[in-house]
């Protein structure tokens, strides 16, 4: 069974900045991931826009489309180190430790159920 390696990137994408963020990830997944001999690269949620939105105005300046330049990087990155041809990744896991979301004792993700907090949240920082 042949090996692949997964590289998972954890970045800091400056807000606001797509190209800066593009730079940014293009360095991660040349060098750092690729270079090391990834074959897969796992990049941070909203890396290439950053994190915190203040308004849908914001979100929607900082979305592109799936032809846009961010991922067309991406792709031609990939296509440049890709290995030879396809991969599968395989991992054995016990289904049942899947039920728990819990991270400690103070953070479980199922436990935490109070959608009208994140409802609040979500109305103030969204208008």
Known sequence: MNTT????CQLTPVLGDP???REL???AITYAAAGRGAGVVVLPE???SGYVFHSRA???ASAETAD?????LWARLAEATMTAGPITITAECRLGDALSKAVS???DVHADRRPELYRRIAEQAIP
């Open 5 to 8: 390696v997964v590289a998972c």
């Open 19 to 21: 190209a800066a963020n």
């Open 25 to 27: 990830t293009a360095d």
């Open 46 to 48: 909203l890396v290439s």
């Open 58 to 60: 914001e979100v929607q």
């Open 68 to 72: 846009g330049p961010t991922l067309a």
């Open 105 to 107: 004792p103070a953070n």
